[in-house]
């Protein structure tokens, strides 16, 4: 790549990646057919097509930003600090921000926006884009109908009163609200929400909203994401209200304005008329810029503007909208600049002036309720909305660099604030600080003389920069308090943005989505048996071993994190109960209230007075079916093994964890795959089964089954399988010379006589932890070469085989390996 131009290499990447997301196509509807051969696939199948989801989500956001030029964005409270700086970068020789819209020219700083209010849209200001519709000149990108519903669920995270709020509704609510909703679905898809799009949402509200996503994640989202584009508007509304406590007030604002999209006809931009910005007069009108006209929704004051959507780059026909609804759906007002800027770097490189979170602090958004402003949401939606705005971006990797002033102008805002800087970092700049070391810090801190330190005296940022990172690795910092100042950062900015960066990250990136599409979803269900590779099997044991050894200090967090909770577990049994019905064990959560249970009892009862007594226990007084069928027992135990399969899939994707282990994130992968290969050699299923079917009818209560699931699990992590193999048959341990892994301490022999009654001790005390780990991590390497031939692909037939072949090189052609 390094012969080609700029633009051809954008070129290139934008039909590699495209043919990731083609490739991804057609993986989804293979796993669909397959899955139906393969009991194996199938118990991963849902699991690892919200997988291949959200890489296509990535791979489609990857495409279309590497054909745009770089961009570089200015966040904060401060707005009259990113109005100086856009000014003293992208000004003309006069030193205005001079546009021309429908052949009237206008400076933006004195004419548009003269007060420096923060705006409640992003504004671009560029030099790569004119005015072609005289009539209608100002551009405007609108949200879509997901979005909506990110903001509306942003709202309710972030309103003081939902801590008051009851919690999450429980599993029995969720599934019955699902139910009612799946007798509405349509027989075919109704325009506005995808599948992919419904993953995004949730991989959005997962980073937000950690206290309530994992009870949503098992019940609410696998059947959301299939159900929420066969639903109308108003069923979707009733659908996503889940998200947002179900508040009437926000349900109807999400059907108020996914109506108006839909009106539009789902248009991405529209075209609107200069008095959308200004009067008669060249002067500002209030509203768009600031916002504050949504405060005039469903009334008599909000007036009436005619916009023309864009679909497919042509403009449609005239609709009229109220000027609140466009100032909600509104995401980016482009703002062409007509002439030379002063820095000749500006001629193709954007500049994005994004919101800070709740206005500007010197011009703070109300939130009372004023004559102009009935509408009881505006402030709530307008501040979610400058929240959602810098992650939409982040998403889109719209930005190369980012300019910060005054991130936030008070303490209760740094974390949020710290969230979404570190959210922009990974995204990026690199996911661990290994690969932002490749290249300079793309988040700079511009202290400028309109910054709230030097203003008020008052400095949160501190905050915001220690939950972001270290200073030099994920961000860096600059002055710019007069004219030598600018200068400087403009010097800066023309060496250091390049589109070559921007691609080279672009690069990074499409080689770690082929990687993660390729190695860790997709080739395992590829592997013929009759093409087992001892080699390569080897390689992967050395690989791990070598890996895991050097972090043994935290072997024990690793084999924790292996197991499922023992609170997931026991919904899992309560959800399969709902389902299936009457239970056949002990599922109250009082126990002794609802299944007159004595508090202080022993488990049995027996009638003292009676002649030929039978002996109950307590748990068969609360009314459990005594059927011989075992039918919850095996139910559950197949719930159980596919949870845990898919719990143990899901590990790599947990950065806290993989960091804690400092272990790289493809030897957890390869691990993670290892395991659940030895757990389908072992019969790991049917051991739980077993288990399960042996239970007694005292021992049928909930936690009871849960204990013996869990034991088998963990027998299976602590010794895997190897427990049950004869001593002789295991491998040499490494550490104890000698003898076998996990082989029984021998007893010292003792002669206890009159005067020696103490046994002597070893001069060394005796390292069992260290012999533990060293022999399991000798049981692992053995583990793998005894899994050759048992992987994912023994199920899947020949044509089946070849298919996914052609498909794996569609991701990942030969010549890209």
């Given at each position: 790549m390094k012969s080609l131009t700029p633009k051809q290499q954008s070129t290139q990447l934008n039909h590699q990646l495209q043919s990731v997301a083609q490739g991804v196509d057609q993986a989804i509807d293979w796993v669909e057919l397959a899955r139906k051969q393969s009991e194996r696939l199938d118990i991963e199948a849902d699991r690892l097509i919200v997988k291949l989801r959200r890489h296509r989500n990535k791979a489609r956001h990857l495409s279309e930003t590497v054909l745009r030029d770089v961009a570089i964005g200015f966040f904060g409270r401060a707005q009259a600090?990113?109005?100086?700086?856009?000014?003293?970068?992208?000004?003309?020789?006069?030193?205005?921000?001079?546009?021309?819209?429908?052949?009237?020219?206008?400076?933006?700083?004195?004419?548009?926006?003269?007060?420096?209010?923060?705006?409640?849209?992003?504004?671009?200001?560029?030099?790569?884009?004119?005015?072609?519709?005289?009539?209608?000149?100002?551009?405007?990108?609108?949200?879509?109908?997901?979005?909506?519903?990110?903001i509306l669920a942003t709202a309710f995270l972030h309103?003081?009163?939902?801590?008051?709020?009851?919690?999450?509704?429980?599993?029995?609510?969720?599934?019955?609200?699902?139910?009612?909703?799946?007798?509405?679905?349509?027989?075919e898809a109704v325009a506005g929400v995808s599948s992919d799009d419904v993953v995004a949402l949730w991989d959005a509200l997962s980073r937000?909203?950690?206290?309530?996503?994992?009870?949503?994640?098992?019940?609410?989202?696998?059947?959301?994401?299939?159900?929420?584009?066969?639903l109308s508007i108003d069923d979707r509304a009733s659908l996503f209200s889940i998200l947002w406590g179900e508040r009437s007030e926000l349900t109807a604002a999400y059907r108020h304005f996914a109506w108006t999209l839909q009106y539009l006809s789902g248009a991405p931009r529209v075209l609107a008329p200069l008095s959308a910005l200004v009067d008669d007069n060249s002067q500002p009108t209030n509203g768009i810029i600031d916002g504050t006209s949504l405060g005039r929704l469903h009334s008599a004051a909000d007036p009436v503007i005619q916009v023309r959507p864009v679909i497919n780059g042509r403009a449609g026909k005239i609709l009229e909208l109220t000027l609140a609804e466009l100032t909600m759906l509104s995401v980016e007002l482009l703002i062409p600049l007509r002439s030379a800027t002063r820095e000749p770097l500006f001629e193709?490189?954007?500049?994005?002036?994004?919101?800070?979170?709740?206005?500007?602090?010197?011009?703070?958004?109300?939130?009372?309720?004023?004559?102009?402003?009935?509408?009881?949401?505006?402030?709530?939606?307008?501040?979610?909305?400058?929240?959602?705005?810098?992650?939409?971006?982040?998403?889109?990797?719209?930005?190369?660099?980012?300019?910060?002033?005054?991130?936030?102008?008070?303490?209760?805002?740094?974390?949020?604030?710290?969230?979404?800087?570190d959210y922009w970092v990974r995204q990026t700049q690199g996911e661990s600080a290994q690969i932002r070391s490749r290249r300079k810090p793309g988040l700079i801190w511009v202290l400028t003389a309109h910054d709230q330190r030097v203003v008020q005296g008052k400095n949160h940022d501190e905050a915001v920069q220690r939950y972001v990172g270290n200073p030099g690795d994920a961000w860096g910092s600059m002055l710019a308090l007069d004219k030598r100042g600018t200068a400087r950062m403009a010097g800066w900015l023309t060496r250091e943005v390049r589109r070559e960066v921007k691609l080279e990250r672009i690069d990074e990136q499409l080689s770690e989505l082929r990687r993660e599409l390729v190695d860790n979803l997709l080739s395992s269900w590829y592997q013929p048996t009759n093409s087992v590779d001892p080699a390569s099997k080897q390689r992967i044991a050395q690989t791990l071993i070598k890996g895991l050894q050097a972090r043994a200090g935290v072997h024990g967090e690793l084999l924790?994190?292996?197991?499922?909770?023992?609170?997931?577990?026991?919904?899992?049994?309560?959800?399969?109960?709902?389902?299936?019905?009457?239970?056949?064990?002990?599922?109250?959560?009082?126990?002794?209230?609802?299944?007159?249970?004595?508090?202080?009892?022993?488990?049995?009862?027996?009638?003292?007075?009676?002649?030929?007594?039978?002996?109950?226990?307590?748990?068969?007084?609360?009314?459990?079916?005594?059927?011989?069928?075992?039918?919850?027992?095996?139910?559950?135990?197949?719930?159980?093994?596919?949870?845990?399969?898919?719990?143990?899939?899901?590990?790599?994707?947990?950065?806290?964890?993989?960091?804690?282990?400092?272990?790289?994130?493809?030897?957890?992968?390869?691990?993670?795959?290892?395991?659940?290969?030895?757990?389908?050699?072992?019969?790991?299923?049917?051991?739980?089964?077993?288990?399960?079917?042996?239970?007694?009818?005292?021992?049928?209560?909930?936690?009871?089954?849960?204990?013996?699931?869990?034991?088998?699990?963990?027998?299976?992590?602590?010794?895997?399988?190897?427990?049950?193999?004869?001593?002789?048959?295991?491998?040499?341990?490494?550490?104890?010379?000698?003898?076998k892994i996990f082989a029984k301490p021998k007893s010292p022999a003792i002669n206890l006589d009159a005067t020696n009654r103490l046994t002597r001790l070893a001069p060394t005390p005796t390292?069992?932890?260290?012999?533990?780990?060293?022999?399991?991590?000798?049981?692992?390497?053995?583990?793998?070469v005894l899994n050759a031939g048992y992987a994912g692909g023994s199920e899947i037939n020949r044509n089946q085989r070849k298919q996914l072949g052609a498909i794996l090189q569609q991701i990942k052609p030969d010549d890209a390996a």
């Open positions: 600090g990113k109005s100086y700086l856009i000014s003293a970068l992208a000004s003309d020789e006069d030193g205005c921000l001079g546009t021309a819209f429908g052949g009237r020219q206008l400076d933006y700083s004195s004419q548009i926006n003269p007060s420096s209010q923060s705006a409640a849209l992003v504004t671009r200001f560029t030099r790569q884009s004119e005015v072609k519709n005289t009539a209608w000149p100002v551009q405007l990108t609108l949200l879509s109908e997901v979005d909506i519903a990110r309103d003081p009163r939902q801590q008051e709020r009851p919690q999450t509704p429980d599993e029995r609510y969720i599934n019955e609200h699902l139910k009612t909703l799946a007798m509405h679905r349509q027989s937000q909203d950690r206290r309530r996503q994992p009870r949503l994640e098992a019940d609410f989202w696998p059947m959301a994401v299939e159900l929420a584009p066969c193709h490189v954007d500049l994005l002036d994004f919101p800070g979170f709740g206005g500007d602090f010197n011009h703070p958004l109300r939130s009372d309720a004023t004559p102009l402003a009935p509408y009881a949401l505006a402030h709530t939606l307008l501040h979610a909305k400058a929240m959602f705005l810098l992650e939409r971006y982040t998403d889109n990797q719209a930005m190369n660099l980012l300019m910060v002033s005054t991130a936030a102008s008070d303490r209760t805002e740094t974390r949020a604030v710290g969230q979404a800087l924790e994190r292996l197991l499922p909770a023992r609170d997931d577990l026991r919904r899992l049994y309560l959800q399969l109960v709902q389902t299936n019905g009457r239970p056949r064990v002990d599922v109250p959560e009082n126990a002794s209230a609802l299944s007159g249970v004595e508090p202080f009892g022993i488990g049995i009862s027996i009638d003292l007075f009676d002649d030929a007594p039978d002996v109950a226990s307590d748990s068969g007084a609360s009314g459990i079916a005594t059927d011989s069928d075992g039918g919850h027992e095996t139910d559950y135990a197949r719930q159980v093994y596919r949870y845990w399969i898919n719990h143990l899939r899901s590990l790599p994707d947990n950065g806290p964890l993989v960091e804690l282990l400092g272990v790289a994130k493809p030897v957890i992968e390869m691990l993670m795959e290892e395991l659940i290969t030895a757990s389908f050699r072992l019969n790991i299923g049917h051991a739980l089964q077993d288990t399960l079917a042996a239970s007694t009818h005292r021992e049928r209560d909930v936690d009871r089954l849960v204990s013996r699931v869990l034991t088998v699990l963990g027998d299976f992590v602590a010794w895997l399988g190897f427990q049950q193999m004869a001593e002789a048959l295991r491998p040499e341990s490494r550490i104890n010379r000698g003898q390292n069992n932890t260290a012999s533990y780990i060293y022999d399991w991590l000798v049981g692992l390497s053995e583990t793998i």
